[in-house]
């Protein structure tokens, strides 16, 4: 028992001795801190501790500039794809116009073999329809390889507005032109009939095209004078259609106000805006003949129409159109005064009779307060108070000689709302 108590005291002892030590070591460790941070281990005052809130401030400088630049980079990134968005949309658009031309093309070829492949009976009363929309052409580019990727470029959905210009018309071409960029019409082609055309086109950032020599049309078109160079145009024509292209032929001497290709019905061969001034003229009308010494058969039923102008017309990449074409190149290199506006309707109006087969073309009359010439717009529109209201598609200004003075009044008056710009000259070409 005794040996247990001693033992038992004896680690009572050296226990004790090692507290004693552990506070001894605590006191000096103090003492030693009290020395060297008089002002508190974690004081703000402490020269130590200035180096990292520095450090930090510094960081959160370097943050904020990083997500500044973040902030930047996200927003060109949504403006880069709400661009990419608008040209997706454009090209959805454009993919079902295709379609919808497409499928048109398939059902019309359908209507077409049923027509043409076997008799077969007509329908009810009123059901029947005949074929109004000829079939293009297989598009042959072997025609014009050059000219083949000039278009392939510059017209949509197969079709563009293109006019025939030489030097001479220059002033009215810069006119035309720039109203067609103010409309945002991209697909259009200026035929330049001389090297000054060419540098003039290049110039002002216009689509050219210049046809390979060719003594028989180069010769008119660097000299010849308005009614010349239009004659040109029913050959030059003619490639762009075996091409398989539609063509919107426009003289130079119109001012585009809209676009037109949103106002044509393509379900003709030749869609041609008219020298009528009413819907009578326009449109066609009976006109009745009087003749007294016919007696009770005095008066005679006669059908009119003013002519289609020949300097604005839209042409399908059909056989009859081609055929059109060639039957008025044809007669203008062989008749020697034959005025170009009258072949061309002579061609699409007058019916086969004995010693003459006709053409068989479809064609369609543009609404003439679209599609309007200037005797409408001179002599009846800018004196009716709504007809004025209304904006044509194109304004042509083929009934007035001094046709560049009435272009310039009619961008004042329609694209910069100028309202008296259209009154100081005279209906007709008369000036008091």
């Not at 003619?238 to 379900?267: A, K, M, T, W």
């Not at 008025?328 to 061309?344: F, H, K, P, T």
């Given at each position: ?7 038992k ?5 050296t226990?004790?001795?090692?507290i ?15 020395f060297?941070?008089p002002?508190g281990?974690?004081?703000s ?5 200035i180096?990292?809130l ?11 500039c ?5 902030i930047?980079r996200l ?29 048109q ?11 043409l492949?076997?008799p077969?009976k ?7 329809k005949?074929?109004?929309t ?23 959905r ?41 540098d003039?086109?290049k110039s002002?950032?216009v689509p050219f ?6 003594e ?17 145009k029913?050959?030059?024509l003619?490639?762009?259609l075996?091409?398989?292209y ?17 106002h ?14 009413n819907?009578?003229?326009a449109?066609?009308?009976n ?30 990449p059909?056989?009859?159109s081609?055929e ?11 008749e020697a ?6 072949v061309?309707n002579?061609?699409?109006f007058?019916p086969?009779?004995?010693g ?14 679209l ?22 598609v194109?304004?042509?200004v083929n ?19 100028k309202?008296?710009a259209?009154?100081?000259f ?7």
């Amino acid at each position: 028992m005794a040996v247990g108590r001693r033992e038992k005291s004896s680690q009572f002892s050296t226990r004790g001795s090692r507290i004693a030590a552990a506070i001894g070591i605590g006191i000096v460790v103090g003492c030693v801190f009290a020395f060297l941070f008089p002002n508190g281990f974690f004081s703000s005052n402490q020269p130590t501790q200035i180096r990292p809130l520095s450090k930090s401030n510094l960081e959160v400088d370097s943050s904020s500039c990083e997500s500044t630049e973040k902030i930047n980079r996200l927003k060109s990134d949504i403006m880069s794809l709400s661009d990419k968005n608008v040209e997706l949309k454009r090209q959805v658009r454009e993919l079902n116009e295709k379609l919808r031309l497409a499928e048109q093309g398939k059902d019309h070829a359908r209507d077409q073999f049923m027509v043409l492949s076997e008799p077969h009976k007509a329908g009810p009363f009123g059901t029947v329809k005949a074929l109004r929309t000829n079939p293009t052409v297989t598009p042959d580019e072997t025609v014009n390889p050059r000219l083949a990727k000039i278009l392939a470029d510059v017209a949509i959905r197969k079709e563009l507005i293109v006019a025939v210009a030489n030097s001479n018309v220059k002033p009215m071409l810069e006119v035309w032109f720039t109203n067609i960029k103010k409309v945002g019409i991209p697909n259009y082609l200026v035929v330049a009939l001389d090297d000054a055309i060419v540098d003039f086109c290049k110039s002002n950032d216009v689509p050219f095209y210049k046809r390979d020599p060719d003594e028989a049309i180069d010769s008119v078109g660097k000299t010849g004078g308005n009614h010349a160079v239009s004659g040109l145009k029913f050959r030059i024509l003619r490639e762009f259609l075996q091409l398989g292209y539609s063509v919107l032929f426009s003289d130079v001497d119109i001012v585009f106000l809209q676009n037109p290709f949103d106002h044509l019905y393509r379900d003709s061969d030749v869609e041609s805006m008219s020298d009528g001034h009413n819907n009578m003229t326009a449109y066609g009308f009976n006109d009745v003949f009087d003749e007294p010494a016919m007696g009770w058969a005095r008066y005679a039923h006669t059908m009119r129409i003013w002519v289609y102008n020949s300097g604005f017309f839209y042409i399908r990449p059909t056989i009859p159109s081609i055929e059109l074409l060639d039957r008025i190149a044809g007669r203008l290199a062989r008749e020697a005064n034959a005025w170009d506006q009258a072949v061309y309707n002579e061609e699409l109006f007058f019916p086969s009779h004995p010693g003459y087969v006709g053409l068989h073309a479809a064609k369609r009359t543009m609404d003439f307060y679209l599609f309007m010439n200037s005797k409408v717009l001179f002599k009846t529109v800018r004196k009716d108070a709504n007809l004025k209201k209304l904006k044509p598609v194109i304004v042509h200004v083929n009934y007035h000689p001094d046709k560049l003075l009435r272009m310039k009044a009619v961008v004042e008056f329609y694209v910069n709302g100028k309202q008296d710009a259209l009154d100081p000259f005279p209906d007709g070409s008369e000036w008091q």
